[in-house]
């Protein structure tokens, strides 16, 4: 239960994390800052498996649409996903993917916004940056230095997010929670070395609350995310920022279930979290502008 009994005494233990300074940094080509304060990323989901059916175009002129109302909407980027990581999606192989979202990301990109590749695959990587994505939402463990390279050749930006297996689609278990963020901690500073040794100047780190791996929608995942949620602070101490991927369940909303990205986004925005990957950005842009007029 998320109460000052709880709240006090983890913010109090972890006081150095809130206060630890995190890197800025541009995108000149897209004329986009990224300093401590939170910003959204939009998504779009070129599969027809997503969850989240609202996020689903399956035209480059559905995703092109749909990328300018969010830009108006509040969002600082355009995250797009070739592949659910639904445990029942298709498993697609690095040519399907490139196939689907090149054309998307190249007519998004020509028009001057901020495009992050969700991928964790090189070739599909290159292909990506080589089409204008400004960023990689890395969702699997590479070790190919040849692709951090070839994010600094484009001077572009990657999204670590923590798998426990070798990515997002392997649906591994998480260490027990008592052990959990030293093992995300762990894990960031590894890839973190790998980037920044090959030149890499533009970075986020995601905790990977918003997957719940092999958690089920109900209680027990809500109570992971939740906890999660507030806890995303803490990786602050890596000296990058911090995004995460908004929740939403049909456990807790029911019919309402769109609305329930604004209340994870409350959670985010209490931990000091910087991008907040978000299905609604409509919705939850209130209240990332509440928190800005009450700072």
């Not at 649906?171 to 963020?181: K, M, N, Q, S, V």
Request: proline share 5%; charged share 20%; with cysteine.
């Amino acid at each position: 239960m998320i109460t000052p009994d709880f709240l006090l005494p983890l913010w109090s233990e972890h006081r150095d994390a809130i206060k630890h300074p995190i890197e800025s940094f541009a995108f000149p080509r897209f004329n986009r800052t990224f300093d401590d304060k939170p910003y959204q990323m939009g998504v779009i989901n070129l599969s027809r498996h997503s969850t989240y059916r609202e996020s689903i175009c399956h035209t480059v002129e559905g995703a092109l649409y749909r990328a300018r109302r969010m830009t108006i909407e509040g969002a600082a980027m355009i995250d797009i996903g070739a592949e659910s990581t639904d445990n029942t999606a298709d498993l697609l192989n690095s040519e399907r993917q490139i196939a689907s979202l090149v054309p998307v990301v190249k007519s998004i990109a020509d028009e001057g916004m901020l495009v992050s590749a969700e991928t964790y695959h090189t070739d599909v990587a290159v292909a990506a940056l080589e089409a204008g994505a400004g960023v990689i939402n890395l969702t699997g463990r590479i070790d190919d230095c040849a692709f951090y390279e070839a994010v600094a050749k484009h001077q572009a930006g990657i999204i670590f997010c923590y798998t426990p297996g070798e990515n997002a689609r392997t649906f591994d278990d998480p260490p027990p929670a008592e052990e959990l963020i030293q093992e995300q901690l762990l894990f960031f500073k590894e890839r973190i070395a790998m980037a920044t040794d090959a030149g890499v100047e533009r970075l986020w780190v995601d905790p990977g609350f918003g997957l719940a791996l092999n958690l089920p929608d109900g209680p027990e995942r809500v109570r992971y995310q939740t906890e999660g949620f507030l806890q995303a602070f803490r990786f602050r101490q890596l000296g990058w920022p911090v995004c995460v991927t908004m929740c939403s369940s049909v456990y807790l909303f029911h019919d309402e279930v769109r609305c329930a990205e604004t209340a994870t986004a409350v959670l985010a925005l209490l931990s000091k979290a910087n991008l907040l990957r978000s299905h609604e950005v409509a919705r939850c842009e209130p209240v990332l502008n509440m928190l800005a007029m009450s700072s």
